[in-house]
């Protein structure tokens, strides 16, 4: 029997398809959805998120999607006032932590106290730091190490997620 015919034989095609499939089910898969929620009274249903979140909110919130750079209009949001979580409405960032990161999302040097928890994410495979709302479980984006003083940290946050209430 010939080389290339050995390679394409029914029983290698069958093995190669077995342990694919085998395989595949011993990968492990990501986890796409929001943290659970520290508040038992907001562990909504899929339903129940979608009649209080637009679409965009919902993708972010409750999927952990990323809404594209340099569409929200909190970017530009430059009065004082406090941002809060657009779930369940739990206050997040003063305007004092806000800074221009040059990134296309609204950026944060600090969280107000207890606001937010953090999780490992590794959906670009390379680990990094997701951050939600600590009462919902809501995704608000990724915390990273290059932000002004005094923390270093940049808590970049989709703009879809927040709402904001100026002081007054």
Do not use: I, M
């Given at each position: 029997m010939p080389f290339s015919?050995?390679?394409?034989s029914r029983r290698s095609l069958l093995m190669a398809a077995m342990a694919g499939v085998f395989g595949s089910s011993w990968w492990p898969?990501?986890?796409l959805a929001?943290?659970?929620?520290a508040d038992p009274a907001w562990d909504l249903s899929g339903d129940a998120?979608?009649?209080?979140?637009?679409?965009?909110?919902?993708?972010?919130l409750r999927n952990e999607g990323t809404e594209r750079p340099f569409t929200s209009p909190l970017n530009n949001?430059?009065?004082?006032?406090?941002?809060?979580?657009?779930?369940?409405?739990?206050?997040l960032?003063?305007?004092?932590?806000?800074?221009d990161s040059g990134t296309g999302w609204p950026s944060f040097w600090q969280p107000l106290s207890g606001a937010i928890a953090t999780k490992v994410d590794f959906k670009l495979i390379i680990p990094r730091t997701e951050y939600h709302c600590s009462r919902c479980g809501g995704h608000q984006g990724h915390v990273f190490n290059d932000g002004p003083?005094?923390?270093?940290k940049r808590y970049c946050n989709n703009g879809v997620a927040l709402v904001f209430r100026p002081a007054g």
């Open positions: 015919a050995v390679l394409l898969r990501p986890v929001a943290s659970k929620p998120w979608r009649q209080r979140l637009s679409p965009q909110a919902y993708d972010v949001e430059k009065r004082d006032g406090v941002y809060h979580c657009a779930g369940c409405d739990l206050p960032f003063s305007s004092e932590a806000k800074f003083r005094p923390t270093g």
